[in-house]
């Protein structure tokens, strides 16, 4: 179920192996309990731990170990204990680390997180099942949830920063050096459909028959999608100190009547309700908006009709930032359906008209090249005769974080670059598409990386970062930080 939970403890030997830094933790650090507030269990520069959060976490630990087939003793069970409050206040400090310096929450990352932790074995992600979760066993909106996952991600990102700071092997930093230094200049031009557009000779007929037989093999993009329309009843939070869940508790109340009686109406709920907005919406699907609401919050309400039949009712929904939830019906479905060939038989046409025009492109493309790589004429030469502009780049490195100056981002022709020969005047191993033209290319000038140079700087480069100083640096780093900062805990015996 939640894969990053079960998997995190591989091995009997890394269980010994935690469980021993736990009983060092708790011998040098001791335990207190005061100032920790009704409900916490520990406590770090502020950052809490709810005694829901440790329950949820321990009786995963303690699951996997009954999985196995292990009765624990009592003095085992507390040692578990304490490694899931230690690795809170790990965690905890290195987020503070992180946050202190500057780094944020990757969106993508949070997301890519949240997206493992709740996928099943074949990697399908259930966004009902992960809010349905979150709320029922956790006890948490989504949006806290998602909080929580952010601090986290910006502990991962620190604690990566330091090690890449400062640990590499002795080959990678030679791969490094040598990668940096490596570097390439090339001469090239640019052949656009329009220089191109007099040699193409197009042919613009398209027939009866070639458009019956594209309309046959493209039928599933041809089929509409699936229509609904809604009635929703949304609440919207009055009083930000009131809890995201006790406002769900709320809504769900509010909502009884009308979501137990089918034939209720909606509208007149709503004026009723005074609090309650009414909403009717005309054909919706996906890709449309409903006005006032969310993209997000859209889905989530189609979502939540996945299930139902027409005139039925779903649960009730809340928003991703806990701030207003929904009652939705279904009043109406229309079924996806395939489009008739007359409907779309001009779109076929232009279709298959671009798709002749591109093919004859990249044919006259590839013919050019193969002509000039064989050719024993400069590339000033052959563009010259084809009236076309000859560039040429600065040095540039095998960087894939960085563009080729002046050609701009594609990976392949800088991959190109750099596994050809490397001779002056050598062409690129075949025209590259960049952007919305094609580019054919040859050497221009190759300096490589002096390694005497390295030589002189290996040993300088590896005293600052061999495995042992990277180790060595984050733990004195998360030392330091957890001298400054405020940690209270409850002995584990005493839960």
Not at 186 to 204: F, M, N, R
Not at 261 to 277: G, L
């Amino acid at each position: 179920m939640i894969k990053s939970i079960r998997e995190e403890i591989s091995s009997w030997y890394m269980q010994v192996i935690l469980l021993l830094l736990v009983l060092s933790f708790i011998s040098f650090y001791g335990w207190s309990g005061s100032g920790l507030g009704s409900g916490n269990i520990a406590s770090v520069g502020g950052e809490k731990m709810s005694y829901a959060d440790f329950q949820f976490q321990l009786q995963n630990q303690l699951q996997y170990f009954q999985n196995m087939g292990v009765e624990l003793k009592e003095n085992e069970r507390q040692a578990i204990q304490s490694m899931v409050i230690n690795r809170f206040i790990n965690e905890k400090i290195l987020y503070l680390q992180g946050e202190e310096i500057g780094f944020v929450a990757s969106g993508e990352g949070v997301k890519k997180s949240i997206q493992t932790m709740f996928s099943d074995s074949e990697g399908n992600f259930n966004f009902e099942f992960y809010q349905n979760f979150v709320r029922n066993r956790m006890g948490k909106t989504p949006s806290a949830f998602e909080k929580e996952e952010g601090k986290r991600n910006i502990a991962q990102q620190y604690q990566q920063w330091v090690q890449d700071a400062s640990m590499q092997s002795p080959l990678a930093l030679e791969n490094e050096f040598t990668t940096q230094n490596n570097k390439r200049a090339i001469t090239w031009v640019e052949i656009t459909k329009s220089s191109a557009q007099e040699k193409l000779g197009t042919d613009k007929s398209i027939s009866d028959e070639d458009v019956q037989s594209y309309y046959e093999s493209h039928q599933s993009q041809y089929q509409t999608m699936e229509k609904k329309k809604l009635e929703i009843l949304s609440l919207q939070k009055k009083d930000e100190s009131q809890s995201d869940q006790d406002f769900y508790d709320e809504s769900k109340k509010l909502f009884q009547w009308a979501k137990s009686d089918p034939q209720t109406n909606f509208q007149i709920f709503a004026e009723n309700e005074q609090s309650a907005q009414w909403i009717n919406t005309d054909w919706i699907t996906y890709e449309d908006t409903i006005e006032t609401l969310s993209n997000e919050n859209t889905a989530l309400l189609l979502n939540a009709t996945l299930r139902l039949s027409k005139d039925g009712i779903s649960e009730v929904l809340q928003s991703r930032d806990g701030k207003t939830t929904f009652l939705v019906k279904l009043v109406d479905v229309q079924e996806p359906k395939t489009k008739s060939l007359e409907e779309v038989r001009d779109s076929i046409k232009s279709e298959m008209l671009d798709q002749r025009k591109n093919d004859a492109f990249e044919n006259y493309v590839q013919n050019l090249y193969t002509q000039w790589s064989s050719s024993n004429k400069s590339i000033q030469q052959l563009a010259g005769s084809h009236k076309l502009n000859v560039q040429t780049s600065e040095l540039f490195s095998q960087d894939p974080t960085s563009d080729i100056p002046v050609v701009s981002s594609n990976a392949d022709l800088l991959q190109d670059v750099f596994t050809v020969a490397g001779q002056k005047g050598q062409w690129l191993s075949k025209p590259f598409l960049v952007d919305d033209h094609f580019v054919i290319a040859q050497i221009h000038n190759v300096e490589l990386p002096n390694m005497d140079e390295f030589k002189q700087k290996k040993s300088e480069l590896w005293n600052v970062s061999s495995q042992e100083v990277a180790s060595m640096h984050l733990s004195d780093l998360s030392e330091r930080k957890r001298e400054s900062t405020k940690i209270i805990q409850i002995q584990p015996g005493s839960l």
